[in-house]
């Protein structure tokens, strides 16, 4: 590992972007003084934002792109108008050409997903990749995956998720078997899909190898913690997380409410107030921003869009954290413990976008 870890910012993607990548970059070097940047996007946009940080701008570069990948774009319109020209582009092209350790975007979701895998390409043994959320439970944080990255999955995706979870798992948590569960509609052996009950049959079949297979979950199950990866295909998984986050704002709303409606419940509140900030950073989805695409040639982190510098500093650590364990050395070993699992990727269906 070098001693400093260079972060690649596509700098113009999101809602609140560019303050709010180069706001949460400014706090994490706060807490990480080794953390150095590159920001792509337009020169003549971000050179005086970045003034207002001085901190930061010693430890920055700019890189110009002219192009900025919006969040009406298809992945395939994306690839076609942004391809080495947009900041989403080049934020990973960093990666690649190895000038940074780790990529991160708070833009379109479907074309940062499109990008990484053309410009990076998946890992050997490894069919399509996921999206990770590292996930705050009763017990302890959790893998779940994937996210939004595939609609449906057959078995052998599954399965693949289940190895890049595990090795994800051990990388974050050093836990040298997780436990891994499929997420179903019961924890009976007779429920759910035929493609998760085949995954089901081949984990359970090699569990031991580097993870302990606990069978399948239930949706209850993601906020207990019961095991340290969840899988699942991206639908089932991008609804799960954004039904938790909302039911967290949901819960903090009501929080708010209850401790402000009377006298007697705000003077309640001024002698609760170090339990009601815990418990209102627990429920605040900005402290847990991130998703990790797993399974490429390269880490890329996906922010979510909205998020103010809070949630994109978050965002940033996770990126941070990503490559100071060294997650790609972490799968390629995870990969190793799997070779019965592991079957050749099928071919990219990611073509190059016509002139």
Known sequence: MTETITISVDAMGG????RAPMHGAKLLLREHPDARFIFHGRQEVLAPLLEEFPELKSVSQIRHSENVITMDDKPSQALRKGRGTSSMWAAIQSVKDGEADVAISGGNTGALMAMATFCLRTMEGISRPAISAIWPTLRSDIVVLDVGATIGADAQQLVDFSILGAALARALFDIESPTIGLLNVGVEEAKGNEWVKDAGKILAETSGAGFTYKGFVEGDDLGKGTVDVVVTEGFTGNIALKTAE????????????????????????????GALNAVRSKLDPRTVNGGVFLGLNGVVIKSHGGTDEIGYKSALGVAYEMARNDLLAKIGEGMKRFPALAVPAEPSNLEAPSA
Do not use: H
Not at 15 to 18: M, V
């Open 15 to 18: 809602d609140n972007a560019p």
């Open 246 to 273: 909302g039911t967290a704002r949901q819960v903090g709303t009501y929080l708010r409410n209850a401790m402000t409606s009377s006298l007697m419940s705000k003077i309640g509140a001024v002698f609760a107030r």
